[in-house]
Each structure stands twice: as C-alpha cells, then as structure tokens.
C-alpha cells in the first residue's frame, strides 16, 4: 500500500472523516502534518497544492485534495488502485 501524507488540523471534522474513510480501506498509518502547529508546515502545503484549506491529501506522490476528492475518487472506484502498491 502507498503511503499516505495528510495535512491536517487539531479541530476539523473533514480530517476526521477522511481518516476513518482511510483506515475502512486498511490505511494503518497516515504520515499526519499539523499546519495548526507549524506555520512553515502551511506554507508548504500552500506551496504544492495551492490551496488554503485541509485536510490535504496526498497518496504517494499524487495530490488527492481535500475529503470531498477523496469520497469521490471512492464512489468512483478510482482510490483501491490508487492505494495499490
């Protein structure tokens, strides 16, 4: 299974929900980044994918987006390959 990077905050219901749709698919770890904690850690975030908001995912290399991206690469049966190692 590839690895999974998430942006995340402390308090985000969006994080939450994108975690647990992670882990119902046997994603164990989720390589977590907390932009609440560590500014330049935004900035970064900001800096790949233009955007403002999290979570933002990322599963190996490829930029998934945020958790409506990632329920929907689910509905379309696109996310199982992309885990896929």
Same mark, same amino acid.
Request: glycine fraction near 10%; include cysteine.
């Given at each position: 299974?590839?690895?999974? @990077?998430?942006? @995340? @905050?402390?308090?985000?219901?969006?994080?939450?929900?994108?975690?647990?749709?992670?882990?119902?698919?046997?994603?164990?770890?989720?390589?977590?980044?907390?932009?609440?904690?560590?500014?330049?850690?935004?900035?970064?975030?900001?800096?790949?994918?233009?955007?403002? @908001?999290?979570?933002?995912?990322?599963?190996?290399?490829?930029?998934?987006?945020?958790?409506?991206?990632?329920?929907?690469?689910?509905?379309?049966?696109?996310?199982?390959?992309?885990?896929?190692?």
């Amino acid at each position: 299974m590839k690895p999974v @990077t998430m942006y @995340t @905050t402390a308090v985000c219901p969006y994080c939450v929900r994108a975690k647990q749709l992670l882990a119902s698919k046997g994603v164990g770890g989720i390589n977590e980044i907390r932009i609440d904690l560590d500014p330049d850690a935004r900035d970064k975030m900001m800096a790949l994918t233009g955007r403002r @908001t999290v979570p933002q995912i990322f599963i190996g290399d490829t930029h998934v987006g945020g958790c409506d991206d990632l329920v929907a690469l689910n509905q379309a049966g696109k996310l199982d390959p992309l885990l896929a190692d």
